[in-house]
């Protein structure tokens, strides 16, 4: 069955790095764009970066264009995000989105950004 895995969440200081992984098994992962979304206490998820399947086509939310960077492995069947400069307003819960169906979710990890 399909799964995605998410993973490197974590607590960091203001204007510090993560870099989340999302391991997919149980579909055709080279086949597929995949994407990046959050949610923080209280609002709805949002969508943050998206990758075309060939690892083209990056797009941004603007709150995190220009910090964050999307990518993937197809060889691992791993999609990454790469968070910089990180900021109170970027602590969520972050999931691994994949377009299978009616869609198909990671358990999502958690990202605190505070002092």
């Known amino acids: 069955q399909v799964q995605l895995v998410e993973s490197g969440g974590g607590l960091v200081q203001p204007g510090g790095s993560l870099r989340l992984s999302c391991a997919a098994s149980?579909?055709?992962?080279?086949?597929?764009?995949m994407r990046w979304y959050r949610q923080a206490p209280g609002k709805e998820r949002e969508l943050v970066a998206h990758?075309?399947?060939?690892?083209?086509?990056?797009t941004y939310a603007r709150s995190v264009k220009g910090r964050f960077t999307i990518s993937r492995d197809n060889a691992k069947n791993t999609v990454y995000l790469q968070m910089n400069s990180l900021k109170p307003e970027d602590t969520a819960v972050y999931y691994c989105?994949?377009?299978?169906?009616?869609?198909?979710w990671g358990q999502g990890t958690q990202v605190t950004v505070s002092p």
């Open positions: 989105y994949a377009p299978l169906g009616s869609g198909s």
């Open positions: 990758i075309n399947s060939d690892g083209g086509g990056a």
């Open positions: 149980g579909f055709a992962f080279r086949t597929f764009a």
